[in-house]
């Protein structure tokens, strides 16, 4: 829904994602995708918030992932969340930090260079995923550093679908080719 515009249906649908993730993870607090799905999915929701709703939700997102990632070092996902994360929060405004500081005891505030640890680690354990790839060329693209997005937008382009994002992810990323030639 998100991909496709459908921005008040996708927060319907993510709410139910947050109670069911959550559910998941309090019947099975042993397994780390539980917290993969709720890191996921309060990332998600994230992007529905603002301000201080926003800040206290990457606080979740950031824990939760840091807790899939030490259960199962293996999941490229909880690296995936934790490169859009740092990105994400390597972008966070004066005032934003102030509140995260001030009322959750800091949020990390994130570096590209730490989003591109993250997207390098999840690549080094898949190295065909597409989501990684095109993140990673996100970060690139705040960086200023035209010739690595370039070569991870390439990549998305060459590498096979395996789910429904990653159809999107090609679509945006032929896009930004595009953009960047001209």
Same mark, same amino acid.
């Given at each position: *829904?998100?991909?496709?515009?459908?921005?008040? =249906?996708?927060?319907?649908?993510?709410? !139910?994602?947050?109670?069911?993730?959550?559910?998941?993870?309090?019947?099975?607090?042993?397994? &780390?995708?539980?917290?993969?799905?709720?890191?996921?999915?309060?990332?998600?929701?994230? *992007?529905?918030?603002?301000?201080?709703? !926003?800040? !206290?939700?990457?606080?979740?997102?950031?824990?939760? &992932?840091?807790?899939?990632?030490? *259960?199962?070092?293996?999941?490229?996902?909880?690296?995936?969340?934790?490169?859009?994360?740092?990105?994400?929060?390597?972008?966070?405004?004066?005032?934003?930090?102030?509140? &995260?500081?001030?009322?959750?005891?800091?949020?990390?505030?994130?570096?590209?260079?730490?989003?591109?640890?993250?997207?390098?680690?999840?690549?080094?354990?898949?190295?065909?995923?597409?989501?990684?790839?095109?993140?990673?060329?996100?970060?690139? =693209?705040?960086?200023?550093?035209? !010739?690595?997005?370039?070569?991870?937008?390439?990549?998305?382009?060459?590498?096979?679908?395996?789910?429904?994002?990653?159809?999107?992810?090609?679509?945006? &990323?032929?896009?930004?080719?595009?953009?960047?030639?001209?």
């Amino acid at each position: *829904m998100l991909e496709l515009k459908k921005l008040d =249906d996708a927060e319907v649908y993510i709410n !139910k994602t947050v109670s069911t993730a959550e559910l998941l993870q309090s019947i099975y607090p042993d397994s &780390a995708l539980s917290y993969t799905y709720l890191a996921l999915s309060y990332g998600n929701i994230a *992007m529905f918030k603002g301000g201080r709703e !926003k800040i !206290k939700y990457a606080f979740k997102v950031k824990l939760n &992932a840091e807790k899939a990632m030490e *259960m199962n070092p293996e999941d490229i996902y909880p690296y995936i969340i934790l490169g859009i994360y740092n990105r994400e929060a390597a972008n966070l405004n004066w005032f934003e930090k102030l509140f &995260a500081k001030s009322f959750l005891g800091g949020v990390s505030e994130g570096t590209y260079e730490e989003s591109k640890q993250m997207f390098n680690k999840s690549l080094s354990i898949d190295h065909d995923i597409i989501i990684a790839y095109y993140n990673l060329s996100k970060t690139y =693209d705040k960086l200023n550093d035209r !010739k690595n997005e370039i070569d991870c937008l390439n990549r998305v382009i060459q590498l096979p679908v395996r789910n429904f994002r990653d159809k999107y992810s090609k679509i945006k &990323a032929a896009k930004k080719l595009d953009e960047l030639k001209d």
